[in-house]
């Protein structure tokens, strides 16, 4: 239905459809910790992950930094967050295996819903699947192992490949980089950890899905990619979790080591409930030659914070990032991306595309910055944001900090809303005016769901299949 009065005209779109993500399952964890974050807290989950010294000495240090530090001055207001009604450790009733016949009936039936079986038998060359705090189900094809790829949870990890682990773990963000990732650094859990050797090539993506059921919750996976040189590889990753009526929490961490000649495509989801508070960190340390890719779509959660950084310290390397971003009403979607040239010659390309409807505030942020090691860099940032209605929000926050005069630096800014000419020349070739609606804010993300894997593109596009009734006035 259309509102109107003599100066604006307003449309009423449908919320994204979350009935497949809302289903709860009732909550048979064998073990949760207390709420809050305390010392013993931190202890006991060490303990309880029979993690070595180190591990357990990282933690309380990274505790310590937690305590330290103080909440970002900038962004979205994250004062709902209290962390004294966390849960930061959930143990469901499951054991991680290596077969969905073998997983819990109430959480296969979980990841069935949502199609992770169904894809890994389609077009997929491993699966990880999280539940709450631990990892239940770790798969990956005969051949990739033959040739030398681990694919594994990140427990599994610290043990079989500790060395490896103790190298690179969070390195790229390390705890004292904000407070939310010294709070990862203390109770992290869960995660992916993959490893492809030189040369090697895996054709087949590779996926994990991170499922939060419990209540007042928290989820910090860490997920750490290793790709050497001249190997590729795709890892793709969803995420989400139902509705409830207090505030969850994921705080996870992603760090991708991209070597000489490597390419990794980084492919998101993140679809979560909007009670959710997300603060996810993502970084990716890209060398001669190498390239990053990161396919990003955010639409969940009641605040995120999400920037993906890319750092390209070596000559000729390359990042792009691609991202759109959905936020209805009730929801602060703050979003966007770094890149760091830190080398002769490197490149990068950001392309996102932003939608806020029904209130919602969409905020496009990011920060380019060019070291005086970085002669000929060249960055390309076009943002674009589409306003439904007029109460929504779009805000577009670029940072480019730019040290050497030899640097080829481009930004690009569109904010508008649906155009009423180009609805109206649409319904003069016989097209319905809700119709012509729904093909522009299709159209408009098009040039994003064309990178998405097919079933996250079909999932997109089933999350903006938005309803627009109504008549101009």
Known sequence: MEKTDKTYTKTFIEDIERTLYDIKNKDTSVYKSDSGLTEEIVRDISARKNDPPWMREFRLQSLATY???????????????????????????????????????????????????????????????QYDSEVVYHNIQEDLVKQGVVYTDMESALTEHEAIVKEYFMTLVPPKDHKFAALHGAVWSGGSFVYVPAGVKVDIPLQSYFRLNAAGAGQFEHTLIIVEKGASLHFIEGCSAPKYNVTNLHAGCVELFVKEGARLRYSTIENWSRNMMNLNTKRALVEKDGII???????????????????????????????VTFAGKGQNLDTGATIIHAAPHTQAVINTRTISKAGGAATYRSAVKVTKKAPFAKCSVNCESLMLDNDSRSDTLPVMDIEGADADIGHEAKVGRISEEAVFYLTTRGISEDEARAMIVRGFVEPIAKELPLEYAVE?????????????G
């Open 293 to 323: 890719e990161w396919v990003s779509g955010s639409f969940g959660s009641h605040v995120s914070m999400l920037y993906p950084a890319s750092v390209l310290i070596g000559e000729n390397a390359r990042a792009e990032f691609t991202g």
């Open 460 to 472: 997109m596009n089933n999350l903006i299949n938005i309803e627009l009734t109504g008549t101009n």
């Open 67 to 129: 305590n330290r530090l103080g909440l970002p001055q900038w962004g979205p207001d994250i004062s709902a967050l209290n962390m004294d009604d966390i849960i930061t450790y959930v143990k469901p009733d499951a054991k991680m295996v290596g077969s969905w016949q073998e997983v819990p009936a109430d959480i296969k039936d979980t990841f069935e819903r949502l199609g992770i079986p169904e894809a890994e038998k389609k077009s997929l060359a491993g699966v990880g699947a």
